[in-house]
């Protein structure tokens, strides 16, 4: 039972263009979600997040779209750099408990 | 250094050999997580310890894997009888606090287990 799906296993960017990263969740528990990012042998490490609460969070290029009643959120990269190249994780928890639900994941490549 | 050190960083085994992978979280940290990712997917909740206790182990897949957290910082995962399908990076995180909290996991780099 996948709670958070990302459906694209890559996407392939031109740098500079945009990158936009999507995420659907089915638990309605959930009220907050995180985005992460990881490098091949690395750990993934946090980028943003954003509360359920809130429908846009934004930190430099990176802003994060969040549509409740759609269940829906979305990562928004501009203008996106070759450094960009990473696989992103989206994620979601519950405030109240403490499990991190992560999705499969979405490899993005930007192209110099 | 400041993060999240896992160790080892690989480990090779045989099938139903024991294996036991170590965490030490970010000093201060008191809660501390194990998640396990193979190839393709997104990392899977195994265990959660607030301080010494496991407060939720339901994530673990079954009665061969076991973590231990005696004095509240250093972590280890112990898989008996491994299998092939234990095969996967096992990840450790930690972050200040929990239950409530919307602070981010910090992740280590992760021990990559391979069972032949």
């Known amino acids: 039972d996948q709670q958070v799906k990302q459906n694209s296993p890559s996407l392939s960017v031109q740098e500079g263009r945009i990158s936009i990263l999507n995420c659907d969740y089915t638990?309605?528990?959930?009220?907050?979600f995180l985005w992460y990012k990881k490098y091949p042998a690395e750990g993934p490490t946090f980028l943003i997040s954003?509360?359920?609460?809130?429908d846009k969070n934004e930190d430099g290029r990176f802003t994060v779209f969040l549509n409740k009643s759609a269940k829906h959120l979305s990562l928004h990269i501009v203008p996106s750099q070759p450094g960009d190249s990473a696989v992103y994780f989206c994620?979601?928890?519950?405030?109240?408990?403490?499990?991190?639900?992560f999705g499969a994941g979405t490899r993005l490549f930007v192209k110099a | 250094g400041a993060g999240v050190s896992q160790t080892p960083s690989n480990k090779v085994t045989e099938k139903g050999k024991y294996v036991e992978l170590r965490c030490d979280p970010i000093s201060g940290h008191t809660a501390l997580y194990w998640y396990r990712q193979s190839l393709g997917q997104g990392p899977e909740f195994l265990i959660y310890f607030q301080g010494t206790g496991a407060a939720d182990d339901s994530g673990l897949p079954n009665d061969r894997f076991f973590a231990v957290r005696p004095e509240g910082s250093v972590s280890t995962l112990k898989i008996q009888r491994t299998e092939r399908g234990d095969s996967a990076v096992y990840l450790c995180a930690s972050s200040l606090q929990s239950g409530g909290n919307t602070g981010e996991l910090f992740f280590g780099e992760g021990s990559r287990l391979t069972v032949l």
């Open positions: 994620a979601a928890r519950n405030t109240g408990g403490f499990k991190t639900i």
């Open positions: 638990n309605s528990m959930f009220d907050y």
């Open positions: 954003i509360s359920s609460i809130k």
